[in-house]
């Protein structure tokens, strides 16, 4: 079945470590791949996008075709960053945006 | 501002009494879709609309109707609420490159 993964329900890190969210999707053909995130008490908005390949507040994101993967990187993580994350492929012909279930991050001090 | 609009931001109701949820967007957007957040199961699409008069069901659509009749407008409603539609609601617009969310509506269904 085509979908989206994300095997982290809870990640928690402490200040200044790394931090890797991970992603994984099964659908066939090349989405199109977007990185969500939600601030406690905020609407979603959009963090990166893989065609960009841009960094947003330190965020990358790199598309792993081999391992249908998408993973979420930042070298430090800030406890700013504290967030619920979605991966969303867009699929369909570009019609859907589909979402995982998300993976809330937790930096602590 | 562009931004996306919906109301009531809070609603508590009781089974089987006809509910409204608006979603309004100043961005000239012609896709417009409706998603459920519930624990556990992140964001699922209710419904979609691809421009005025058009409309198409998500992932769960069941108990949901909607409408395209403008196309900054599109209402989410439910004709029967029961317990299980209890949730956090998003309306969002989209261009090709960015998705926009409401800021969420919480119904809370006895």
């Known amino acids: 079945a085509q979908r989206v993964t994300q095997p982290e329900k809870l990640l928690s890190v402490f200040k200044g470590a790394p931090v890797e969210l991970k992603c994984n999707y099964s659908?066939?053909?090349?989405?199109?791949l977007f990185w969500y995130v939600q601030y406690s008490r905020q609407r979603l908005q959009l963090l990166l996008r893989?065609?960009s390949r841009e960094s947003i507040k330190g965020f990358t994101a790199d598309l792993n075709k081999g391992e249908t993967s998408f993973h979420l990187k930042k070298p430090f993580a800030q406890e700013e960053d504290s967030a619920m994350y979605y991966c969303?492929?867009?699929?369909?012909?570009?019609?859907?945006?589909?979402f995982g279930t998300g993976t809330q991050l937790k930096v602590e001090l | 501002e562009a931004q996306v609009t919906q109301n009531p931001r809070y609603l508590i109701t009781v089974t089987g009494k006809k509910l409204t949820v608006t979603c309004s967007q100043n961005?000239?957007?012609?896709?417009m879709s409706w998603y459920r957040q519930d624990p556990g199961l992140g964001l699922r699409q209710i419904y979609y609309?691809?421009?005025?008069?058009?409309?198409d069901k998500g992932d769960v659509p069941e108990g949901y109707k909607v409408s395209r009749k403008e196309k900054r407008n599109f209402p989410l409603i439910l004709e029967s609420p029961s317990p299980n539609q209890t949730s956090l609601y998003f309306c969002?617009?989209?261009?090709?490159?960015?998705?926009?969310f409401g800021p969420g509506t919480r119904l809370t269904v006895t």
């Open positions: 969303a492929p867009l699929v369909g012909g570009g019609n859907k945006l589909t």
């Open positions: 609309s691809m421009n005025v008069e058009v409309t």
């Open positions: 659908y066939s053909g090349s989405p199109e």
């Open positions: 961005m000239n957007h012609e896709y």
């Open positions: 893989h065609i």
């Open positions: 969002a617009s989209r261009t090709t490159d960015e998705q926009y």
